[in-house]
């Protein structure tokens, strides 16, 4: 870090973008919590199954990477799933060593009840937004998140 930047007192909390954006996470989480808990389910289930049901059968690292949860606690959360029914586990066809997580008919049933309400919250956080800003919004994230990749050598693709 160079020493002329400035400081965060100096930038101001509503300045800086990832106090922003971990604001904006806690309340989309927060509004859909109650619907989650009606599900049995948590929020590292929750990004399980709604990673399965775009990208079915990833592996428990690669799952872990997308969902954006620790391995370890998307490990717990996959043991539930799976004990309610919800994702099954295969050994991978071209790797034994390897496992993969399926998302079931219960699973899906389960998401695509909880997805109205993640639509809706999506909704309301781009309300009176133009959706040119909102595309313009949404690359701008990409190419943040692309350059997240560059600070630990892209191992790390969260």
Do not use: C
């Amino acid at each position: 870090m160079k020493d002329s930047a400035p400081r965060l007192g100096e930038i101001g909390l509503a300045n800086y973008p990832p106090y922003l954006m971990n604001r904006i996470m806690g309340r989309y989480n927060a509004a859909i919590r109650a619907e989650m808990a009606k599900l049995g389910l948590t929020t590292p289930k929750m990004r399980a199954l709604a990673v399965l049901s775009v990208m079915d059968g990833q592996v428990i690292g690669q799952l872990a990477v997308h969902a954006i949860v620790e391995q370890s606690t998307l490990s717990r959360a996959i043991d539930a799933l799976e004990s309610d029914g919800m994702v099954r586990r295969a050994p991978d066809g071209a790797d034994s060593r390897l496992v993969r997580v399926f998302i079931t008919e219960a699973g899906r049933t389960a998401f695509d009840a909880l997805w109205p309400h993640m639509a809706g919250t999506y909704a309301d956080l781009f309300a009176g937004i133009d959706p040119d800003e909102q595309r313009a919004f949404v690359a701008t994230l990409q190419k943040i998140h692309a350059n997240t990749g560059k600070t630990d050598g892209g191992k790390a693709e969260v």
